[in-house]
């Protein structure tokens, strides 16, 4: 692997005229499940794409799509934010991430919402598409005929978690044109993306989103992850009346993953402020359009104490995304973790 140099919060603020101007192609030793998009998502205008067209795995963001179709039934009036939805034994027995759903414990829709969003919870997505859809199947077919209505030319889901299906596909620009949807069509329900923690029963957890409250701007919206995927994230951030969404899919670790939408958050804004005043900052381009992270000793031990990812990446080598070493750490199947769960990951 070519390493990029150390990190520093000067190099991520250095612009992204020359990648955005060229569009650099990325380092040809990067993974295969690695996909990104940097799309304006107000205009539309794609600032950034890397493999964005190549068919991946959603893993849990495939929950927006789930989201979506509860926003619309909310909508229609079909069901309220009060509405309580049951759980089937086929739903309580989902593999985590979950929330712990019993056969015939019931939650109402607002809880439904925050136990997606949160934790991720793959019980809740089998319950509410059976309730909304008749069963899973249908409803997932449901869910891909949506897709398609909204421009999402390149995804078929084959269930509501996004649990692992070799028909389960999707693209970063597809992810990108969810994210934007589910912005613009819902703005009243758009705030649960930004929802920091969830408790049921005896059990509680924090959103897996770090990006939130972290990086300014940063609003929503979902991660992702299992072990066909790897980590995914699909993020939303608004400065100075510019909103930009991106997506990062195929993440070595969360950590590498977090510091490629940060540092591709970043890019976006320094290309609005080049085009607006090219006397703004000093543009250098930026070394590479994928990174990776390696935590040096230092880093790790200030992280526990920043108030901002920047501060804690202070000390981390970034490198050209490569092929995964090492076997991932397994963890819940839903998403980065199952810590809402009453039962181990898989």
Same mark, same amino acid.
């Given at each position: 692997m070519k390493s990029a140099g150390v990190f520093s919060p000067r190099n991520v603020l250095g612009a992204l005229a020359v990648v955005f101007a060229f569009g650099l192609n990325s380092p040809a030793m990067a993974q295969d499940r690695y996909a990104a998009i940097v799309m304006d998502a107000r205009t539309n205008e794609v600032l950034l794409e890397d493999q964005a067209d190549?068919?991946?795995?959603?893993?849990?963001?495939?929950? &927006? &799509?789930?989201?979506?179709m509860v926003f619309e039934a909310l909508e229609r009036g079909d069901i309220t934010l009060d509405t309580r939805y049951a759980a089937s034994r086929n739903a309580s027995r989902q593999p985590p991430s979950r929330l712990g759903l019993r056969r015939n414990d019931s939650i109402t829709i607002d809880q439904a919402i925050r136990a997606l969003v949160v934790q991720s919870a793959n019980d809740? #997505?089998? &319950?509410?598409?059976?309730?909304?859809?008749?069963?899973?199947?249908?409803f997932a077919a449901s869910m891909t005929a949506r897709a398609r209505e909204l421009g999402m030319s390149d995804t078929r889901f084959a269930n509501a978690s996004g649990l692992p299906d070799?028909?389960?596909?999707t693209t970063a620009r597809d992810i990108a044109i969810l994210g *934007? #949807? @589910?912005?613009?069509?819902?703005?009243?329900?758009?705030?649960?993306?930004?929802?920091?923690?969830?408790?049921?029963?005896?059990?509680? +957890?924090?959103?897996?989103?770090?990006? @939130?409250? *972290? /990086?300014?701007g940063v609003d929503g919206i979902k991660t992702g992850y299992t072990r066909a995927s790897g980590f995914n994230l699909a993020s939303m951030a608004e400065r100075n009346g510019r909103r930009v969404v991106v997506v990062v899919l195929g993440g070595e670790?969360?950590?590498?993953? =977090?510091? $490629?939408?940060?540092?591709? /958050?970043? +890019?976006?804004y320094q290309e609005f402020a080049?085009?607006? =005043?090219?006397?703004?900052?000093?543009?250098?381009?930026?070394?590479? !359009?994928? @990174? =990776?992270? !390696?935590?040096?000793?230092?880093?790790?031990?200030? %992280? *526990? !104490? %920043?108030?901002?990812?920047?501060? #804690?990446? !202070?000390g981390m080598v970034f490198e050209t995304m490569s092929p995964v070493l090492?076997?991932?750490?397994?963890? +819940? $199947? +839903? =998403?980065? %973790?199952?810590?809402l769960s009453t039962e181990e990951p898989e």
């Amino acid at each position: 692997m070519k390493s990029a140099g150390v990190f520093s919060p000067r190099n991520v603020l250095g612009a992204l005229a020359v990648v955005f101007a060229f569009g650099l192609n990325s380092p040809a030793m990067a993974q295969d499940r690695y996909a990104a998009i940097v799309m304006d998502a107000r205009t539309n205008e794609v600032l950034l794409e890397d493999q964005a067209d190549e068919q991946r795995f959603p893993a849990s963001l495939t929950k &927006m &799509m789930t989201l979506y179709m509860v926003f619309e039934a909310l909508e229609r009036g079909d069901i309220t934010l009060d509405t309580r939805y049951a759980a089937s034994r086929n739903a309580s027995r989902q593999p985590p991430s979950r929330l712990g759903l019993r056969r015939n414990d019931s939650i109402t829709i607002d809880q439904a919402i925050r136990a997606l969003v949160v934790q991720s919870a793959n019980d809740v #997505a089998t &319950m509410v598409a059976e309730r909304l859809g008749g069963s899973e199947a249908r409803f997932a077919a449901s869910m891909t005929a949506r897709a398609r209505e909204l421009g999402m030319s390149d995804t078929r889901f084959a269930n509501a978690s996004g649990l692992p299906d070799p028909r389960h596909r999707t693209t970063a620009r597809d992810i990108a044109i969810l994210g *934007q #949807a @589910l912005w613009h069509d819902f703005p009243e329900y758009y705030h649960y993306f930004q929802t920091p923690s969830f408790a049921w029963r005896r059990g509680s +957890g924090r959103n897996h989103n770090r990006l @939130l409250d *972290q /990086i300014e701007g940063v609003d929503g919206i979902k991660t992702g992850y299992t072990r066909a995927s790897g980590f995914n994230l699909a993020s939303m951030a608004e400065r100075n009346g510019r909103r930009v969404v991106v997506v990062v899919l195929g993440g070595e670790t969360a950590t590498a993953r =977090d510091a $490629q939408v940060a540092y591709l /958050i970043e +890019g976006a804004y320094q290309e609005f402020a080049r085009r607006e =005043d090219p006397n703004a900052a000093t543009f250098a381009g930026l070394p590479t !359009q994928r @990174l =990776d992270v !390696q935590i040096a000793p230092s880093a790790l031990a200030s %992280s *526990q !104490q %920043s108030a901002s990812p920047y501060a #804690a990446y !202070q000390g981390m080598v970034f490198e050209t995304m490569s092929p995964v070493l090492a076997p991932i750490t397994p963890t +819940g $199947q +839903g =998403d980065e %973790s199952a810590e809402l769960s009453t039962e181990e990951p898989e």
